[in-house]
């Protein structure tokens, strides 16, 4: 059974940087590609980064409105993955999931695309 488990949210201000943490427990599924995403009251969730390890490297998606801003990363062994926030903007402001697939990504990040999923974990930035 896979169970995701974020942390790391928070209050800041605009200009701001906050580190978000996905504590994975996957056995006996051999999870490949791992995620992020995240929903605003009244809007539908959206995919922010997401990441597929490899032997001898790893590959990496953004959102545009994230890229350059945001950075995804992993452990070695799949059991931590993170989003390093900078530059934070009031627009940033959701409640941020962890999201995991025994599938491959994809080039896009779509919620159909991955089968388990985190509570979440709030992200408010205030001008």
């Known amino acids: 059974q896979v169970q995701l488990v974020e942390s790391g949210g928070g209050s800041v201000q605009v200009g701001g940087s906050l580190r978000l943490s996905c504590a994975a427990s996957?056995?006996?599924?051999?999870?490949?590609?791992m995620g992020w995403f995240r929903q605003a009251p009244g809007k539908e969730r959206e995919g922010v980064a997401t990441?597929?390890?490899?032997?001898?490297?790893?590959?990496?998606r953004y959102h545009d409105s994230v890229r350059g801003r945001f950075t995804i990363s992993q452990d070695n062994a799949k059991n931590k993955m993170y989003l390093q926030m900078n530059s934070l903007k009031p627009e940033d402001t959701a409640l941020y999931y962890c999201?995991?697939?025994?599938?491959?990504?994809?080039?896009?990040?779509?919620?159909?695309?991955?089968?388990?999923w985190g509570q979440g974990t709030q992200v408010t930035v205030s001008s």
């Open positions: 999201a995991a697939d025994d599938g491959l990504c994809r080039d896009g990040i779509y919620v159909m695309d991955f089968g388990y």
């Open positions: 996957t056995v006996p599924v051999t999870v490949n590609c």
């Open positions: 990441i597929y390890s490899y032997t001898g490297g790893r590959s990496t």
